[in-house]
């Protein structure tokens, strides 16, 4: 044959692949095989008068080269039918038995039909000798064809979180031999194949669509069951990483010997992320059961009863109390007797950080003082949240939406956790029937806090290339109306 017809077509051959396989990266196991192949055929053209020379030993050049591009052409072919079918790639552990079969029967081929090798008696010592072989390797061999049958079937991937037996992890490879797991303690957990195919496998990553699971908790029998599933929900609302799509669900799941048990089931992405969320959903319970004096109950059978201590004595809280709200401008002109009245209404409130306390635009009739922590106070401006103070120990909020009924005009979210007391519009209705004229201080006072509020806003928006809109007219006597209105004065 001639060369200069070979070898020229043999380079534009590989030059052609090597583009190729430069856009598509799957061909690229070709390029190396292909490129001896045609060095090869070159070689052989030139000084042995042809591309098959007559002794077979020197044909093992011009054939192993080509066995090698054949299996690895039927290995890239098997991918692409399996990632058509199955919309994912193979696992390395079947290319690997694909390729030892198909270079075992190409090896085959070339010995019987290149070296005339006979290879019946072969197989025949072969089939003896495997049996020895396979009785002695069984566990081994079991494993392997455990994993095979894994492969096929596809139950898992890589990445997937999965509990075989009592055990959970996240699959790192799958070999000949074992499955290897990444368990939640981060230790490598090694699994035979053949133990994997025996049990039963839980596969928490699939579907993809979002997952769920369930938190239970107590809740003593005096607490109604609509209040108590209100300050759950409450409670979740708060907690951030549940699917936005599919919203928690609470129900009554039974009755105990010291409390109705409530169960929660609550939905999430990604499986990895269930602790974390668990955790969040039972920080945020405490808080709110605390807010809302819901006691998780000790078992009946416990023979100490035990209550919780108050961090001070109750004389020390009520003098404490009466101290913090003297300090408090909006009661100054209250009598001690009146001081004290609102000093017993007081509720103790807990919330953590991050917490909403109020919201702007949301109805309220409660007022506010901050016993302990720090909040935010964030007004909407410029079509985002705005910081425009931090309130301490000592300082007060929500006075206007007590007295006058509107709605809260900005957000309060504690910056720590704080501890809280508050009064409603219930607490104070008392005080001002008895004495209105009281309603007349407090709103000379209030319209002072609300034209300096104004200004500070008026400050803030001008760097937002918004002007402030201050109301006109008499803004003391408008506040006085409305309490006047709003307690029936």
Known sequence: MDPWVIIPAGLLALLVLARVARLRPAFRPLVGPFALFVLVVSGLTLFAGGPLPA?????????????????RGNVIA???????????SPPSLLDSVISVVFYGVGLGAVAHYWFKLELTPFLATSAVVGAVVGLALQDTLGNLFAGIAL??????????????ADR????????????????????????????????????????????SRVVVVGINYQTPPNRAIAIIRAALAQVTGMSAGTPPNVRIAGYLESAIQYEIRYFFGAYEDYRAIEGEIYRMIWYHFRRGGIDIPFPVRNVFMHTPAATNPAEDLGERLLRAVRGIDLFRSLSD??????????????????????????AGDSFFLVDRGEVRVLRRL??????????????????????????????????????????DKGGFQDILSANPDVAVDISALLSKRRAALSHAEADLTTRLNRGADPEDGDLSQRILDRI?????L
Request: include cysteine; glycine fraction near 10%; charged fraction near 20%.
């Open 151 to 164: 492969h096929t079937e596809s139950p898992f991937r890589v990445g997937d979180w999965v509990r075989v």
């Open 484 to 488: 006047r209105s709003y307690f029936g």
């Open 78 to 88: 098997f991918q692409w039918l399996f990632q058509r079918r199955h919309g994912a």
């Open 55 to 71: 002794s077979p030993w020197l044909a093992l050049l011009f054939l192993l080269p080509l066995l090698t591009l054949v299996v």
């Open 382 to 423: 410029g079509g985002a949240p705005r910081e425009i103070a931090r309130l301490g120990e000592g300082e007060c909020f929500g006075e206007m939406a007590m007295l006058t009924g509107q709605q809260r005009t900005a957000t309060v979210v504690a910056s720590t956790d704080v501890d809280v007391f508050m009064i």
């Open 337 to 362: 007797g009146e001081l004290r009245t609102v000093a017993a209404r007081l509720k103790p409130l807990h919330y953590a950080a991050g917490e909403k306390i109020i919201e702007e635009g949301s």
């Open 168 to 211: 959970d992890g996240r699959i790192e490879q799958v070999s000949w031999r074992a499955m290897r797991l990444r368990t939640w303690d981060g230790d490598t957990l090694t699994i035979p194949n053949g133990e994997v195919a025996r049990h039963v496998m839980l596969n928490y990553s699939v579907p993809m669509a979002p997952h």
